[in-house]
Every structure is written in structure tokens, then in C-alpha cells.
């Protein structure tokens, strides 16, 4: 009966957004809005804005993804086998929908590691087109970065191995194929990295994997009448699909059965284009304890996280027994008030995942005062200030990606600092690959309490100049660059990207590859 009564409305919210286009589109499509002016997109979107706060039916548990297998080879390193493969997956009644996944149908398995092991991949790309699993967040050379320039073809076999070292935190991975991440991470290439270490295991948090200590990777989906992703992106806008549906791992209205009291959630916004700004149906305060780059050195206490495309965070929520409460996502706090903000859906209220308390609740876990250690760039000698200007849907600095083309180098060892400026009312963010970097200011003044722990992807407001430190401390390769770039998945796939290379002492830009660096077949 709720079900129903939820299909009507999304139904009719359907409707009326075509009926809005069909207005529009009368009028004379884009050609409207010069004329008609802003006026004209703010009442075209201010009326199709989304709110299922309270109107969707949390009726399935949600699906936790399972750890991933490994093996230890001869040389001790721990080996993971990750099989990339198209299949079909049963998010609602009816056909099921076509769908990409990582040792399944649907998104991919955790991987878990612990800093200074080495690891080691399989990735055998079983679709029939080339495609890639970048490492995102993660410190490694560039060679196994996993970027466009290691396009694994179909049937081949990519072997990527490195020693990881960078502290615990929490990491994903999905494609990056140039010019097709954005429909690839659709399809549903995506997965967690959790990164453990020595420091993260003896403090006492929440850390129970699916229990206490819960991966959401949120993202939204747009289903046509047949149950199948809808890919066809919105209408005069640029900055990719927007979908009107929640799924959290794959799961549309999803509950979670709590068992204890302190509850440590990982958020990843694993959408294409989409802002979430997370907090909970009752406005009650948690704690944020961990940034993209891992555990903050104490927790901050908040009852709304803003995260774009990409970013991570780890919070901390306290529940009472027997009580539900919903985690929502709520209109934007900061940068999206006018109708630019519409794109990513920056005014939506969107319920997310439903978390019902036992009537008992264990309580053996704490937030501890120290966890982990300041990003400490603020007083580096800076070797290099560089600036980026991200405009229109794809351009940095007025250039479009190349992948044959090298942006700059760094040299090893160094601390640079970027300065990074959104000169569009609309949504962009920044990602830098290789790094974790430090937000030393924003225009001018102190970053958000939100922004001050390592970073590897921080929304950039409308015309904010953002300071970014950052140190590149080894693995250097003159031929093979990192990317930077917006995580808004249609600007970077439109060339909204740029290229850099670690340079060692004396070494000098060489030249990409042309066809990448990877040769194995399966
Ligand atoms: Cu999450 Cu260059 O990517
Ligand atoms: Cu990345
Ligand atoms: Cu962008």
C-alpha cells in the first residue's frame, strides 16, 4: 500500500517534470532562457525540486558489501583478484536492470588493507570495451594510478602492485577511462578502499565491519518505465545525470538493524553529479571523525555534512534503544542558493537510509579525545604556487584535457601550493590524484571546520579562492602523469582535467605513452 502510494508520487513528479520541458521546450527551448533570463530557469527548476523526506519506504536491509578475498603470493604481497563484468540486478520489482560490477552485478566488493603491506591486483576487465579501476585517494605511483593511461582492454589483465603507506582512512575506487568514468561509475564500477593502520585499531572506535562500523556508498539513480538506468542526463544541463531516486550500496530504501549505541559511518557520495548535505531527520548532532585523507586529530561535532561528487567522510552517530530515526540528505548549506544550484541537485531534501535501534544497545566503543595527526602544511617552505580557474563545463585554466599532453611537473619532495577558483554560479569541485592535500584557506579566512583534515577532493563555491598544500613526497615517472580535475563526472569526462608528473632531481617532462601503459592480455 506505501509502496504504492510512493510509486504514484514519484510517478507524478515525473509527469510534471516532463510537462515543465514540454513548457519550455514551447517556448523555444534554450533559446527561452536568453530571453526569458534567469527568471525563467528558476521557475522551471524551483518547481520540479525533489522532497521525499518522509515520503520514501525504507522495506530493505541494506546491503553491506562484502570484504574482498586475497591471497598471499610467493613474495608475501596480498594479492586481490577483482573481475570487472556486466550482469543484471534486482533493485525493484519487475525486469531486472542491466548493470556493471566488481566481482559481481552491482558496484564491488570492500577491499581492506593495512598500511605497509604490500598489495597486489588482478583487475581482468570482462566487458566489451576498455575500461580502468582507478585507486582514488590513494598515494602510489603513477604508473599504477589506474588513470586513463592504464585502460585495461577488454579481456585484459592489469596487475597493479604497490606497498601502501598513507594512514587509515577511507578510500574508493571506480574507472576512469577518458571521456567515459561518468557512464562507467553509472553502470555501477565503484567500490570502498578501507585503509587500516596500527594508530586507527588501538583507539577504540566503533570498527566492527557491517555492524558498528557501516560503509554507505550514496548515490542516486534515474529508472526509465522498464527498470532501467536512465542515462539520458537532464535537459540544458551540463552537469550530468541527476536522479530522483536514493540507493545506498545498491539498495533503494534501505534500513539498518543498530545494535549498539555508537554507530561509525562511512559516507561516500559515489555519485556522477549529485551534493548531498547529510544529517538526520531529527536534526540530532554527530561527530565527524575522519576527511577524505583519514581520522581528524579530534572529532567535530555538527548535525549537517555538505559532500560533493567523490568526497568521503567518516562520522559518528549516538542512538537510542528502540527509537528509527532517517539519515537525509538536505538542501545545500553553503554556495547554491539561486538556480544554478539546481543542477546537483542542490535544493532536493532526499531521505537516505533508515537506522532502526534494538531495544538493547552495546556499548563498548568511544570517541577518543586524540585520533589522528593534523595535516601540518601551513608553515612548509612552499617550492611552487600554481592557480587553476575551472570554467564552463570543460576547462581549466582555458584548456581542455590531452591525455598526450603534460600539464607541469612537480618536483619529489616538494610542498606546492594550488589555488583553485570556480569562476561559474554553478557547481564544481577539485580532486587531485597522489595526494591528500591541506585546505589552508578559503578567500582568504580560515577553511570550514569541516574542510580542516586531509583532503583529496573539496567542493569549490562559486567564486571562492581555495588554498590547497600539498606534498609530493616520492615515485617519481616523467612520462606517466596524475590527474587533477572537477569529480562532477560529465566535466571531467568533457575535459574539464589536466595532467601533472613527479619529476626527480635534474629530470626533465618527457612524453606520455600514446596507448598507455597497459600491455598484459589475459
Ligand atoms: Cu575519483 Cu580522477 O578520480
Ligand atoms: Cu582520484
Ligand atoms: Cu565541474
Known sequence: MYQAIRRTTIAAMKRRNALKWTLVGVGGGVGALAVGGVGTLAYVWNDVKLDTAGKVDFAR????????????????????NLDIQAG?????????????????AFLGPTIRAKRGEEIAFAVHNGLDEGTSIHWHGMHLPAVMDGGPHQEVEPDGIWTPQWTLDQPASTLWYHPHPHGRTGAHVYRGLAGMFIVDDDESEGLGLPAEYGVDD?????????????????????????????????????????YVEVSTRLVRLRLLNGSVSRLYNFGFSDDRPFSLIATDGGLLPSAWETDRLQLSPGERAEIVVAFEPDETVVLRSYPADEGYEGPLGRFNGADDQLDVCEFRAAGVLADETAIPEAMGTAPDLADAEVAEERSFELSGFNQINGESMDPQRIDFGVREGTVEVWEVTNVDGFMHNFHVHDVQYQVLSVDGEEPPERLRGWKDTVQLIPHKRYRL???????TDPNLPYMYHCHILAHEDAGMMGQFVVLGEGEEIGTVPEGGSVHSHG
Do not use: C, H
Open 469 to 475: 598544500a600539498m606534498r609530493f613526497a616520492d615515485y
Open 61 to 80: 536491509p541494506l546491503a553491506i558489501p562484502p570484504l574482498a578475498e586475497s591471497t598471499r603470493d610467493a613474495s608475501g604481497a596480498r594479492v586481490f
Open 88 to 104: 543484471r540486478t534486482a533493485f525493484k520489482d519487475g525486469r531486472e536492470t542491466e548493470t556493471w560490477g566488481v566481482n559481481g
Open 214 to 254: 557501516v560503509p554507505l556508498i550514496v548515490q542516486d539513480r534515474k529508472f526509465d518505465d522498464d527498470n532501467q538506468f536512465d542515462d539520458s542526463g537532464n535537459f540544458f544541463s551540463m552537469q550530468g545525470i541527476l536522479g530522483d531516486e536514493i540507493m545506498v550500496n545498491g539498495t533503494l530504501g534501505p
